[in-house]
Structures are given as C-alpha cells and as structure tokens.
C-alpha cells in the first residue's frame, strides 16, 4: 500500500494565549505526511518557494516521507498568519499570502502514480481532480477535505471532484455549508449523493464522527487539559486516519473506527504544543499509549 | 436500594420547529421520574397547583412512582414557556411562572427518609440543602442539578449544598461559569474541591462526559435525524443515570459508564417528541436495544 498527499506546505505566524511563533513550517500537507508517516510510506507533492531550506525540510527527513514531489519555485512559500481567540475557539486570519503556491500545479513523479490511497487536502477542486487524473487506475481509498472558500466559489467544481473520491472530511459547518442540511445525519445522505461514500466530521474540541452505510461511529476529542495550538489538527487527524488505512491495507469496518481513533491520536498531540513541534517529538509508543487511552475514555460493557 | 427526586412539577408551552404545544406537562421531576422508573422504585417530592388533574398525575401511573411526596397548594401550578430555534440549539424562555412553586418547601413523607440514592433537580440550593437533611444518614450517592440563576445569585448557599453531594450533574456553560474555568478537565479539578467527587457534564448534541478520580469518559449524543423537542433531555438524562445506579446498587467505574449511556438513551428518547410524551409510550425493550446502538456507536478495537 502507499499513500499520496497533495497540499499545501507553508510558514505560519501563530498566536495563541501560550505564546506566539513568527514562522514556523506549516501546511496541510505537512501536518498529515508527518502523522501519516507514523504508519505507513508518504508520497508528498506540493510547492515551496526559494525561502524553504533544507533546515526546514528537516522535518520530512529521518521518516518515511518521499518529497520528490516537492517541487520548488522562484519566490516565497506559502504564508499564512492567525490569532486563536482566549480559549482558541475561534481564530481570525491576519494574512494569507499565497506566493508560489498561487500558480501551484500540482504534478505526480511517475512513480508516485501508481498509489493505493490519494488524500486531497484543501486546494482548488480543479487541482485536486487533477491530481486523481494523474493516478494510474483507480486508487483502494481516495479522501478530500476543502472548505468554506471552494464551497462558495467553485461549487461546480466541487461537485464534480466530490463524484470520484471515497471519504469526504471536513468539519462541522463545512458538512453544513456543502450539504445545506443543519442535522448531520441528513447531511450525511445528501453528501453520499454527490459521490463520497464515507462521511467525516471533524468537530474540534467534540470530537469526530463517522457516517457511512453501516452506521455511524464517535470518538471524542482526547481531554487535554493545556492544548497550545488548534493549527493543523484536522489535517493531523487526516494523516492517522489515512495512514493508519494505508498501512493496514483494509477498510472494513473495524479498521475505520481504528484509523478514526488513531486520527483523533495524532490530532489531540498536534495541538499540545505550537505548529508541528509535538508531532517531531512523536514516537510510536506515545500513539500507541494514547490509542489504549481513547479506550478507557469510551469503553462500556452492559 | 430507593431513590428520591425533588424538583418541579409543571406545565410547559413549547414551540419548535416541529410544533407546538400550549399545556403540557412538564418540569424536572417529571421527566427524572418517569425516566428513571423504568429502572427502580422513585419517591417523588413536588409541588402542583389545583390545575394539576387525575388526568395529568395519569403519567406516574403504573410506574414505579410513589407521588405522596408531591403536594397540592391553592393556586396554580408552575408554568415555563420557550421557543426553540430554527435547529434547536438555542431557546428563548417566553414566560416563567412560579405560582405555587414560588413557596415550594420540600417536605419529605416519614417513608421517603430513608434513602439510598438522591436527585437534587434544579431548585434553590437552600431547598436542596433541606432535602439533605430530611435524609436518614448518609445516602449512597446523591447528585445535584444546578444552573446560571442560583450560580450567580446564591453562590453562598450553592456551595454551602455542594459540601455534600457526591455527583454535580450541569451543562458545559454552567461548568464553566460555576468553576471560572473554560477546560473542563481544570473545570472538575476545581469543582472536586468544592464537594463533588464526580462531575457529569451535560453537552446537548455532544453527548454527555464523566470525571472522576478514575479518569474520563465520554459518551455521545445519539443520532438522530429529527429530535422535536429538547425539552427534558437533561433531566431523562439524569433519571437514567441515576435510575440505573440505583436499580443495581453499584457506583463502581463499570457502572458509572453504563449509567451514563443510560441516561443519553433517556436524554435521547426524550427530545423525539413534544413534552414527555414520547416517554410515555416507551418500552424497557427500546431502552435496551438504544442501549446496544450506543455500543456500536462507540466500540472500536485495537
């Protein structure tokens, strides 16, 4: 099996009442790979400015993460900047400088074509349907996240993307937004109508929940009593999620509810310190341990 | 093992998106009663008005309820109504009328005094204090419901009651607001020094979470596609749970859990129609498969 994520890699400025970090790497695609990493091997295409060096791609190397489809181009990464209100519910975009990831076109080395599980984070669905264009065949599990922004603005293209993937993971009010339904259940069967046949819901500080034909599985957000920073959770989660499925080649449902618990593992660690600094500490034991905690959090017998 | 409930009997007018009702009855100790009667023997403690009929007592027939604790006064009896937003997630309080409730002093019948388990519903906590001491001994386990009215104006006499109550039962906001603290895991850390030894927090469509010494467990709301009426959902929840621990005689960790999947099962029967009325017609036997989807909605292995 082998998993291949297209997205963003960035510099970020974060604040949040814990502190505050001028540039620190960043990036969906980043955040997944390296939680991804943890299970499985790492197909990573994305786009970095002349700024990104090799201190900063320190972070791919000594793990299972192959950047040759890192391409780099003339210019600045990536930048993003956000404040985290007090007790980091809320957060307003202070800038978003696209830079060389506004002509950002993503393209598949060739032997990054032949993939089992493809994870589309949140970029142009045009861009995102191109991707699985350049896959051989038809890869065993392909996910989506997107947006508020692709949901308003390129509906069509949305739609069209949506027909060929399998999992569709976004939060709460994008599940809202996309499916014009405020109860998720309901959303959850507009959503298989478009395409996907798994729906998940991220919901912070709830949690996350699974629709599919057989049901629909919860998990709860891992009680932390200090997160640092909410920056790249979701996409952490995305990364044990899929990569917990790529490295155990199955979707049935048992490993689903797995990857969903070791998704909300790898998210609960990404938030306890600020940008990706938790998840370069990370080691496996730690995932594993904390797995075996989300038991003792949900388990009952009758 | 008994258990003893004392709260409001009332009528409530509701309107949601799905109705309205004008007269309904109502009130924590209604909906606790009859949720936690499909489990063990309930004393209930009240007050109604002389509008309060044979008709509307029909309710607590032919369950395990014992209402000579429920007093008649002259007058009216207590008299709430809301309206419900468009999904149900905020409500606006239309009118409250205490009536006889205003002068509500809960005496406990000579036979309701000698109790194992206790359920403080939402009163004055100087009234809820008085029920404590009316007890014999020590109960088993007594919890305390609570909200926003008495925390901000009675904080004295609220933490004077909370010296003794084992289990503090309320919702997020009122967790919050009670211990100043927006985390609920430092929310219960300081909510333990005030008396309570377990802490319930109420999180509407997010389920419900325990904490205790033991640790965390978090169970989730049940979904469904069309809840009526939110009405009652955190009391039934309160009388499943407390129902159950009563009816087993246990308060160890295993079935501290079950009687928090109980009480979302009671919660989540109680929002599927207006008022009470869906628990009304409810069956031991649906209790026990809910209780079993609660299973698949949350079991994973490793």
């Not at 791919?60 to 391409?71: A, V």
């Not at 978003?96 to 002509?103: G, K, M, Q, R, S």
């Not at 051989?136 to 603005?153: F, S, V």
């Not at 599919?212 to 990364?239: Q, Y």
Request: hydrophobic fraction near 40%; aromatic fraction near 10%; include cysteine.
């Amino acid at each position: 099996m082998s998993l291949l994520v297209v997205g963003s890699v960035a510099f970020d400025a974060i604040e949040s009442p814990y502190g505050k970090v001028d540039r620190i790497i960043g990036g969906a695609a980043t955040y997944f790979a390296v939680a991804a990493s943890f299970f499985t091997h790492v197909n990573l295409v994305g786009i970095v400015g002349d700024d990104f060096t090799e201190r900063d791609e320190a972070i791919f190397r000594g793990r299972k993460i192959d950047t040759s489809g890192l391409e780099r181009a003339p210019g600045k990464s990536f930048f993003w900047a956000g404040k985290y209100s007090e007790f980091l519910n809320e957060r307003v975009t202070l800038a978003t400088e696209l830079n060389v990831f506004a002509d950002f076109n993503p393209r598949l080395p060739e032997k990054f074509r032949k993939v089992s599980h493809v994870f589309l984070a949140n970029i142009a669905p045009d861009l995102q349907r191109s991707v699985l264009r350049q896959v051989q065949g038809t890869p065993k599990l392909a996910a989506l996240d997107t947006m508020n922004y692709w949901i308003e603005r390129t509906p069509a293209e949305l739609k069209e993307t949506l027909k060929h993937v399998d999992v569709l993971m976004i939060n709460d009010s994008e599940t809202r937004q996309l499916s014009n339904e405020h109860n998720l259940l309901r959303a959850a069967r507009h959503i298989f109508k478009m395409g996907p046949s798994t729906l998940v819901v991220k919901r912070g500080e709830y949690g996350a929940m699974l629709v599919d034909s057989k049901g629909v599985f919860c998990v709860p957000a891992f009680p932390l009593e200090e997160p640092h920073d909410p920056t790249g959770a979701g996409d952490s989660f995305a990364g044990g999620f899929m990569g917990y499925l790529a490295g155990c080649g199955q979707s049935n449902d048992a490993a689903l509810r797995r990857a969903m618990v070791y998704g909300s593992v790898l998210g609960s660690f990404a938030v306890e310190e600020f940008g990706p600094e938790r998840l370069r500490k990370l080691e496996r034991k730690e995932i594993d341990a904390r797995a075996r905690h989300f038991l003792k959090l949900t388990q009952f017998k009758l």
